[in-house]
Structure formats: C-alpha cells, structure tokens
C-alpha cells in the first residue's frame, strides 16, 4: 500500500511534470482537497487537466482555517486519514493525494501522512516534487532568486509580520507566502525597510486572473490569501555575491 503526495505546482496545468502525471494516470484513487464537497478547489482543477480516468475524489480540510491547531483542522485531518484508510481497505494499492505546490513544503499532505502512518501499518508514503509559487513568480517576473553565496528566507506570514520584518534588515533574498490578510502591514514593512522598489508581487498564478506587478503598486485592500512576495537581495556589480 503506498499513499503518495503529488505537487501540482502553483495552479498552471503547463507546470505539472511528467512523473506527477503518470502517478495521477496509474493510481487507483486521486484525492484533492476541497473546502466542500460541492466546491471544487485549484488542485482538482489542475488534476482533471491531464488525467482521463474518473478516480477522482474530493476530501474536505479546513484549508480556510487560520487559527491554528483547532478542532475543525484536526478533525479534517482525521476524518480524510479514515478516507485513505478505507480505499487501501477497499483494495486499491496506490493512492495519491494532490496538493497544490510542492507536498514537502507547507502542504497538507504532511499531516495526512502522519495521519495515515497512524492508521494502516506498513503504509509506504512517498513524494513528487512540484514547482512552487516562488520559483513561478520569479519566472513570471524575471526575478532572479538567489546568487552565489547568498542564502534564501522563505516564510508564510501567517505567524506575524514581526519575523518578515526582521528577515528584511538582512541583504538577502526573502519570500513571503500567506500574507493576503495582512498586506497593508507587508507593505508599511517594505517601505520602512527601504527595499519596496525591488519587491514583486503575485497572486493566482497560472489562471486568467492572475495578478504580477511591483509591490509598490500594492495598497492597503487585503490580497488572496495565496499571495507571494519576492523581495530580492541587494547584489551590486555581476558577480559580487559569490
């Protein structure tokens, strides 16, 4: 029994490889969270864009929840483990669990896994990376993310602008995720730490109403809550940062 988590990458069917499409072609069941069952999410969507078989199954989490280690995420992540447990149970031997982004990198997935190893023994779980929201931004603004040396500070917003802040004293590159409720005070941090020039913005990325422009432009309305931010490091001449 193998359970495997599938990044779809940022929302672009164009973005999803080769090996995440032969795992979603060959699995007994995909599964993809939703907010409700009624409601498909931006997994699903970039699923059915490549797979032709009807396996497909919806799994409600609490993918709206902001408030931390509640009662409704918990139980969203026992109640889709039980959902797992019951198609190995059902005698399928490989089930795969799309995620939008990369499984291994503030994903859902993570807690499903641990759930499941939880309820069925011997369970093999297992990964294919998927292109994230970062590296499709840089793309899709021609922002380079890192240069020799320098390190990377990645970090969702969602525990304060304080720590964004901090990292923006450094000269490094730093990305922010999750900051949709809080732009106003992403900005006002931007503008003090004198580097909202550089900074790029993106929001919905891969679909018709995607949004890519300089954070400058930003104001104080919230963004979605899949927002991300690019505020690249200070290298100077060609080749100083290595």
Not at 70 to 83: I, L, P, V, Y
Not at 182 to 190: F, G
Request: with cysteine.
């Amino acid at each position: 029994m193998r359970l495997v988590g599938v990044g779809m990458g940022p929302g672009d069917p164009e973005l999803v490889t080769v090996r995440a499409v032969r795992v979603l072609e060959t699995a007994d069941v995909v599964l993809v969270p939703v907010m409700a069952l009624d409601e498909p999410g931006r997994a699903e969507a970039t699923v059915r864009a490549h797979v032709t078989h009807d396996r497909v199954r919806r799994v409600v989490f609490a993918l709206n929840d902001r408030g931390g280690l509640t009662a409704r995420r918990t139980a969203s992540w026992d109640a889709a483990g039980r959902e797992v447990a019951a198609c190995f149970a059902g005698g399928a031997a490989t089930v795969a669990f799309a995620t939008i982004g990369d499984p291994n990198l503030y994903s859902t997935f993570s807690y499903l896994a641990q759930t499941v190893t939880g309820l069925v023994p011997g369970v093999e779980i297992a990964t294919v990376p998927g292109i994230t929201a970062m590296q499709d931004l840089a793309a899709r603004s021609g922002t380079v993310l890192a240069e020799g040396s320098e390190p990377l500070t990645l970090m969702p917003v969602t525990g304060g602008v304080e720590r964004f802040a901090e990292a923006l004293a450094s000269d490094h590159t730093v990305v922010a995720y999750k900051f949709g409720s809080v732009a106003a005070e992403v900005t006002a941090a931007l503008k003090a730490s004198g580097r909202i020039d550089e900074a790029v913005y993106g929001s919905r990325l891969g679909l018709p109403d995607e949004d890519v422009r300089p954070a400058r432009e930003l104001g104080g309305e919230p963004a979605p809550y899949l927002s991300t931010l690019i505020v690249p490091g200070r290298r100077g001449s060609r080749g100083a940062r290595l």
